[in-house]
């Protein structure tokens, strides 16, 4: 089982004291040389005059894009603690029974633009990056993604089920393709409203969240995208239906009033 999750737009505040990242130390080493150029160019560019705007973001991120000046020697803190907003407060890491916690350790990857796919207890620093962005030297950081993640990602779905709950820019950056698309399974959202159904996006944040708990806390792991609609239907209406490129949607039905306890922030 392999768990997708895209990057909260919001980060935590960098932890006060702490040992800065170590590139060297973050799983798949072969994504370093990758990590480290993001890393610098990322650095230079967000240290120019209109930096927030150059990467995509509002102005009134300025502060934040700063403190990318400053990453290598930022303290870090684990993914779970850095990722903050609506999905990751459904998924609620810190109050996974233990076994459910080690399964999400091993099954959940953070797509992240800047420090690439890593698991709920690697240590990394709050950063702004959109997947959109262009970097100076560098291009698309998507673009960057896209050309080498292939082999990394293929390795951690195994032949078990990929369940993504990533947005577009991030699932655009790997998705299997050929036999293995069969057991790729992306969960869309919508509500009901008088019959008719409505994509929502806000509130999809929550439930994706609440998907990824509800999988590390099953009693059984699913096989087959037809198991994982058993196993979400539990929890909620849901429907399975095929993708013409290859694979499966999930698409879950959530109240109307589905909780979102924390407002949207703009990109990462």
Known sequence: MLILLPPSEGKAA?????RPVDVAALPHPGLGPLREELLDALAAASGAPGAAAALGLSPGLSDEVARNVHLRTTPARRAVDVYTGVLYAALDHATLPPAARR???RWVRV???LWGPVGPTDAIA????PMTASLPGVGTVAARWRAVLGPVMTGLAGDGLVVDGRSSSYASVWRPTGPAARAYVAVRVFTEVDGRRTVVSHAAKHTRGLVARWLCEADRTPRT???LAAL???HRACEL???LRGGWFLDVL???ADPAPQPSRGPV
Not at 14 to 18: D, E, F
Not at 126 to 129: E, K
């Open 14 to 18: 960098p932890a006060r004291r702490g």
């Open 103 to 105: 399964r999400a350790n």
């Open 111 to 113: 797509q992240s633009a």
């Open 126 to 129: 709050p950063y702004r990056l």
């Open 225 to 227: 995208p037809a198991a």
């Open 232 to 234: 979400v239907a539990e």
């Open 241 to 243: 239906v095929a993708d």
């Open 254 to 256: 959530t109240p109307a």
